[in-house]
């Protein structure tokens, strides 16, 4: 079964009217909302599947057919 977002993530990599710099903006901003998401389900009372793992990985299997490149990471910021 396709989730909703998994086939928001379709959508936008087969959107001919956006960029590749486009398609990854966007598909970063799903990927950022999600890991949001993540986070605040970990600090709930709910179980260890907080049931974004697999839409992450689906942002970045997508991200990676784009050609995107992984971000650095640094020192996390206030």
Do not use: C, H, Y
Not at 16 to 38: F, V
Not at 39 to 66: N, Y
Not at 70 to 77: D, F, L, M, N, Y
């Amino acid at each position: 079964m396709v989730t909703f977002r998994e086939m928001k993530v379709q959508e936008i990599v087969e959107d001919q009217s956006l960029t590749t710099e486009q398609k990854i903006a966007k598909l970063r901003d799903i990927e950022s909302e999600a890991r949001g998401l993540q986070r605040a389900a970990s600090e709930g009372p709910m179980g260890d599947d907080d049931g974004w793992q697999d839409e992450l990985r689906q942002v970045r299997i997508a991200l990676d057919k784009l050609g995107a490149k992984e971000p650095r990471k640094g020192a996390a910021s206030l």
